[in-house]
C-alpha cells in the first residue's frame, strides 16, 4: 500500500493516560478520558507509518492507577489514492475494577493489574 496517514481508534474509559508504541515505535497516549469515549484515537507518525504490515503489534502501557476499560482498537489507512481501509477491530477488553459487568457476554474480558504492558494484534 502506498499509505498517506494511519490513525489508531480505541474504545476507552480512564482518568489516566496510557502510553502506546504501534510495532515497537512509540507513538505517544491516549489522553486520559474520564467518561465514555467510543472512539478516542492516535495518529501516526512517520516512523510508525513505515512499519504497517498485514501483521501489526500495538503494545500499550496501561494507565498507572485507578479503574480503566481500554479495548476494541482499530487501524484505519488512508491511502494516497484516498480510498480508506479499516481493519476488523481487535475484540480484547482490558478491565481494572468492575467495569466488566456492563458489558454484555460473551466478550474476551480480561482483568489486568495497573501499569501493565497489554499487547494487541491488528491485521490489515
Do not use: M
Request: some cysteine.
Amino acid at each position: 500500500f502506498q499509505i498517506k496517514s494511519a490513525v489508531l481508534y480505541t474504545y476507552g474509559i480512564y482518568r489516566n493516560a496510557a502510553e502506546i508504541s504501534f510495532n515497537g515505535v512509540p507513538v505517544g497516549q491516549f489522553p486520559s478520558n474520564p467518561v465514555y469515549a467510543a472512539r478516542r484515537f492516535v495518529t501516526l507518525g512517520q516512523e510508525a507509518l513505515k512499519t504497517i504490515s498485514s501483521k501489526n503489534e500495538i503494545k500499550i502501557k496501561l494507565p498507572a492507577e485507578g479503574d480503566f476499560v481500554i479495548g476494541s482498537i482499530s487501524l484505519e489507512l488512508l491511502l494516497l489514492d484516498n480510498r480508506i481501509i479499516h481493519s476488523e477491530v481487535a475484540p480484547e477488553l482490558f478491565i481494572r475494577g468492575g467495569f466488566w459487568k456492563e458489558f454484555p457476554q460473551p466478550r474476551k474480558v480480561t482483568d489486568c493489574k495497573n501499569k501493565k504492558e497489554i499487547s494487541v494484534a491488528i491485521n490489515i
